[in-house]
């Protein structure tokens, strides 16, 4: 995999990682690279009443499984979404990937991230909110980023700055 690479799209809850993730994929997608978008909390999202796995640790085994398999089937760019709030779940992640890893932060006003979870229809989200508010108000994860960008306005705008930042697309 030594000509392979991995961006993560990094932020609190309602930052919007998933909606970048999924533009950053549609633009890959019609340039014809050879990509995979992965949502890493999908990855790791399980119960087990009294298990000993925990979510990070469980995320981690199924992403070194279906990086193996992407890789096989000729895939060489992953784009990753995932909320990282310290040093200790992105060395986690660094080694899981085993590829050199650009992070970028999205930035979002506290006004907007709870505008976007409170009219979510799920009541996770709530939970969510919650979470992010303290994230925000201790700056959690803050400083893991290779760089920061607002995460306001246009989507494609946002993923095509992101894309051309970290050279993965001509524009």
Do not use: C, H
């Not at 899981?96 to 989200?125: F, H, N």
């Not at 993923?159 to 697309?169: D, H, K, M, P, Q």
């Amino acid at each position: 995999m030594s000509t392979s690479r991995a961006l993560l799209i990094s932020g609190v809850y309602g930052a919007g990682k998933s909606s970048v993730l999924a533009e950053i994929a549609n633009i890959l997608e019609s340039q014809g690279a050879a990509f995979a978008a992965i949502d890493l909390d999908w990855l790791g999202w399980f119960y087990v009443p009294d298990g000993i796995e925990t979510e990070e640790t469980m995320g981690l085994r199924n992403l070194r499984t279906v990086i193996a398999n992407y890789a096989e089937a000729g895939v060489v760019t992953y784009v990753l979404a995932k909320a990282i709030g310290d040093e200790d779940q992105l060395t986690g992640l660094r080694s899981a990937l085993a590829m050199p890893l650009t992070v970028v932060r999205l930035v979002v006003p506290r006004a907007e991230i709870v505008r976007r979870l409170e009219s979510d229809p799920t009541s996770g989200r709530r939970d969510d909110l919650r979470v992010a508010e303290a994230w925000l108000a201790s700056d959690r994860g803050v400083g893991l980023e290779d760089f920061a960008t607002e995460n306001v306005g246009d989507i494609r705008s946002v993923a095509v700055e992101i894309l051309s930042r970290v050279r993965l697309t001509t524009g």
